[in-house]
């Protein structure tokens, strides 16, 4: 029998650092107005959490940088992805966050690589899933709801709808929809889907 409970874990470091992921059972903050990255090493088998949080360290370009929201986790790579913008670069930047090893966690803090030093139009986005190797952004603004950046080439993929009438009289063309997530739901079967608390029909 698997005994199920809630735990406290220490606080941050950095207070109100509320953008935050998970990979490989552990916790990763980058907090939102100031860049101020830090973990949290838990132990998923037994249940135990290797406290307290640990800061991170990051290249001198994010320094005074602000990380977006939302964090997008990558587990098939066992990397991060945070999109930038202010501080010293001189344009909004996609980067990628490599962790450590649990065992390597005193003597290396991860390793962070520019994807992307001009990627624009994060400010309209809602929310963002990752899948295989696409990265889904959401914006109520977008034309067909969906942008699709393919992480390792750099491409921006066309989004095309397979039916526009989502049901008998309803459809994407005459209703404008405020949907606030986007999850995956399957892998396997690439089964995603975008939550809303309730259409507004034009």
Not at 70 to 84: A, G, M, S, W
């Amino acid at each position: 029998m698997v005994r199920r409970a809630w735990s406290q874990a220490p606080p941050m470091n950095t207070p109100h650092g509320y953008n935050t992921t998970c990979l490989n059972g552990h916790v990763y903050s980058v907090g939102n107005i100031y860049f101020s990255p830090e973990v949290l090493y838990v132990d998923t088998t037994n249940l135990e959490v290797f406290g307290p949080w640990k800061y991170l360290s990051f290249p001198p370009e994010l320094v005074k940088c602000t990380p977006c929201i939302p964090v997008i986790p990558d587990p098939t790579e066992n990397r991060i992805l945070v999109h930038f913008y202010g501080g010293q670069l001189p344009s909004p930047s996609l980067y990628v966050f490599y962790p450590p090893d649990r065992q390597n966690q005193d003597g290396e803090t991860g390793k962070w690589r520019c994807l992307n030093s001009n990627f624009l139009g994060w400010n309209r986005v809602v929310d963002a899933v990752l899948l295989d190797g696409v990265l889904l952004l959401h914006g109520r603004k977008f034309p067909d709801l969906l942008k699709a950046y393919e992480v390792d080439t750099g491409n921006w993929l066309n989004v095309q709808w397979s039916t526009r009438v989502i049901e008998e009289g309803f459809s994407i063309d005459d209703c404008h929809f405020n949907f606030d997530s986007l999850f995956c739901l399957d892998n396997t079967n690439r089964i995603l889907c975008l939550a809303v608390y309730s259409p507004i029909v034009r």
